[in-house]
């Protein structure tokens, strides 16, 4: 990788996944500490998912009329650590739906590009995505770590703060990294626009199938915290439970190149989603037992990691050039809609169904993408190495 700016890359990973690792876990937590009900929570935690149903579309559009994907990136991240900063005005039910939506709407415009820029320097080397994109998982991890424990040591109270200095590690790296541009392949990728590419057989039902996977995920990031901590496990220990899941995800992402040269896309997403739809069912029906959360955590590389790295492929190879923008603002926008909706529902449902009902709609929803993929998707059989070869 010594004609790629490895670790200029991986710093960004590293910071903005760190944010999801100070989020996914705690942000519910931290909502709880406030006073809020399950209700109330659902919403909030759903709020900076809707808001990545309009935003990265918004954003992608810009980047892929005006090529200037890197300008967003920096915009983006400045924007989204000043947003946040009003937390510490109030704290009131109103004002943090307000925060969530104008962070989040800034927030949502930054990986989408980011992802763009990051192939355009892999260039015929994308299947090693996956060891750049590992920082983000070890930023993660780092982040659910320390946090579990300084929770354990301090009071929620703390949180704001420690959110509001990853976002300025994540403004800090987005101005170390070189800008790139997707260059122009020969082929018919690029023709009809971006309508006519979303129309091409089997991209239409991967997009759905990202939205089902991103639903399923509503319990897992908005009550699993909480479901443990009720359970009798200690902060601590849930901090580490959360990293192991995306300890597994890394040790996933550093094989996943050979992974993609054996296997097709689709057989790639159809195991993600079967796995996922068991994960499920183990998290609502038996995370009182240690060795059954174990087994579940660890079943976060597929959940995770093997499908957004081969979600992220098949963006690359469905979509030309000037529309690989578009192309991954849609993925991040419709992953948005589902994870919305899922933790929509399943802060309705916590109290009312119960965590063993509301794991199982999500079981479900995973099974229904399994199948959609199984259905529709026969035509996508080619490894990300064959593909490559097809489109240089």
Not at 145 to 174: C, N, Q, R, T
């Amino acid at each position: 990788m010594s004609d790629i700016p490895y670790w200029r890359l991986s710093s960004f990973y590293l910071f903005y996944f760190a944010l999801l690792g100070a989020t996914a876990p705690f942000l519910a937590l931290y909502f709880d500490h406030l006073g809020f009900s399950s209700a109330r929570i659902g919403e909030l935690v759903a709020i900076p998912m809707l808001m990545r149903c309009v935003a990265p579309n918004l954003w992608g559009w810009l980047g892929d009329h005006t090529g200037r994907r890197l300008a967003i990136v920096r915009f983006g991240a400045l924007c989204t650590l000043i947003c946040f900063s009003l937390i510490f005005i109030s704290k009131s039910y109103a004002w943090l739906a307000l925060i969530m939506a104008l962070h989040a709407f800034f927030w949502h415009a930054v990986l989408p590009q980011f992802e763009v820029i990051t192939l355009a320097h892999l260039k015929e080397q994308a299947a090693r995505y996956s060891q750049i994109r590992l920082w983000g998982s070890i930023g993660f991890i780092l982040t659910v770590v320390g946090l579990g424990k300084l929770f354990e040591l301090l009071s929620l109270d703390v949180y704001p703060w420690a959110l509001i200095l990853i976002m300025g590690g994540i403004v800090i790296s987005s101005w170390w990294v070189p800008n790139a541009q997707p260059q122009a392949r020969a082929g018919r990728l690029g023709e009809g626009g971006f309508i006519a590419q979303l129309r091409r057989p089997g991209v239409l039902a991967f997009y759905s199938c990202v939205a089902l996977m991103q639903l399923s995920h509503g319990p897992y990031y908005t009550f699993l915290t909480l479901h443990l901590e009720h359970l009798g496990y200690a902060r601590g220990l849930i901090g580490q439970l959360w990293a192991l899941g995306v300890v597994a995800e890394v040790l996933l992402f550093l094989v996943m190149a050979r992974i993609l040269q054996r296997f097709s896309l689709r057989q790639v997403l159809m195991a993600s989603f079967l796995l996922a739809a068991l994960r499920w069912l183990l998290l609502g029906n038996f995370a009182e037992h240690l060795p059954v959360l174990l087994v579940a955590q660890l079943m976060h590389a597929a959940t995770f990691g093997s499908f957004h790295a081969a979600a992220i492929h098949f963006v690359q190879r469905s979509f030309g050039p000037q529309q690989q923008g578009q192309g991954q603002a849609l993925y991040a926008a419709l992953a948005g809609t589902g994870g919305a909706l899922g933790a929509l529902y399943s802060g309705y449902s916590w109290n009312t169904l119960g965590p063993a009902w509301t794991f199982a709609i999500a079981s479900l929803a995973a099974l229904a993408a399994a199948v959609i993929i199984g259905m529709r998707l026969k035509d996508t059989e080619l490894t990300a190495t064959e593909l490559n070869e097809e489109r240089a």
